[in-house]
């Protein structure tokens, strides 16, 4: 799990689109059975940029093996750092930051 | 020496602020574990929203009608809607939620995630804006269950 959440972030006419794909086996209740682990999937992700909230969601086992989350959001330079932030279930936060082409 | 302790206290205080918790921001894993457990999708939008009645459209959500792989199956959410929550579910997997959105001021709802289901099924979005639900849902044929199938 110590791989950094990928991400890519591009300014385009005021609208900075992120692309970001998190590293987490989303385990589910059958996945985690077939792989005999423990329940564990992202269960809340968000986005600051600026110290601004720009994106936020509460996740559940449904969502696929490495995550991929697209957004958009406005107000933002070149530059600018998006922060993306993850919890799983077992409590593990990760933190990575992007830059905003 | 007190300056130095007091700026490392600072530099910790800094580190709290950073993280999201403290963003006025709703984790809804936390704030209403009920929506989760929920197995059908009215049930779901009752303990998110306080109700299953929501107006047809104005939603677009982009998702295959066939799936070949049911463990990656992208979905993409729009709308030109002031919404303040933005919520997926379907009907194919043990549990309906996928994911919750709560969306920023200003925000632009235009979300893509990829989701898995175990079998066929309808992805339903319900978006909440000025006070009404709005709703859009899609019938996605699933050829290989993606539930660890």
New interface residues.
């Given amino acids: 799990m110590a791989k950094k959440t990928r991400i890519k972030a591009k300014l385009k006419k005021g609208?900075i689109t992120v692309k970001a794909m998190a590293k987490h086996a989303m385990l589910?209740?059958?996945?985690a059975?077939?792989a005999k682990k423990e329940l564990n999937f992202i269960?809340?992700m968000?986005a600051?940029v600026n110290?601004?909230?720009?994106?936020?969601?509460?996740?559940?086992?449904?969502?696929?093996?490495n995550?991929?989350?697209?957004?958009?959001?406005?107000?933002a330079d070149k530059g600018d750092k998006v922060?993306i932030?993850w919890?799983d279930l077992t409590g593990v936060t990760q933190v990575s930051t992007g830059k905003i082409k | 020496m007190n300056r130095r302790i007091f700026l490392t206290l600072g530099m910790g205080a800094f580190a709290v602020s950073?993280?999201?918790v403290n963003?006025?921001?709703?984790?809804?894993?936390e704030k209403n574990p009920k929506i989760?457990s929920a197995t059908k999708v009215d049930e779901a939008m009752n303990e998110l929203f306080g109700s299953s009645s929501a107006i047809e459209g104005k939603i677009k959500i982009k998702a295959p009608d066939i799936a070949e792989n049911g463990?990656?199956?992208p979905v993409?959410v729009s709308t030109k809607l002031k919404a303040s929550k933005v919520a997926i579910f379907?009907d194919a997997?043990?549990?309906s939620?996928?994911?919750?959105?709560?969306?920023?001021q200003?925000?632009?709802i235009?979300?893509?995630?990829?989701?898995?289901?175990?079998q066929t099924g309808t992805v339903t979005v319900v978006a909440l804006a000025d006070g009404k639900l709005y709703k859009a849902s899609k019938l996605v044929k699933v050829t290989i269950g993606?539930?660890?199938?």
Wanted: net charge positive; hydrophobic share 35%.
């Fill in positions: 609208i589910g209740h059958r996945e059975k077939k269960t809340y968000t600051t110290d601004k909230l720009v994106y936020e969601v509460s996740t559940s086992q449904f969502l696929s093996k995550p991929y989350i697209k957004f958009k959001f406005r107000g922060i932030t919890v | 950073l993280l999201p963003l006025k921001a709703m984790n809804f894993r989760w463990a990656v199956i993409s379907q997997n043990p549990e939620t996928v994911a919750v959105f709560s969306v920023p200003d925000g632009i235009d979300y893509s995630v990829r989701i898995k289901l175990g993606g539930c660890g199938g």
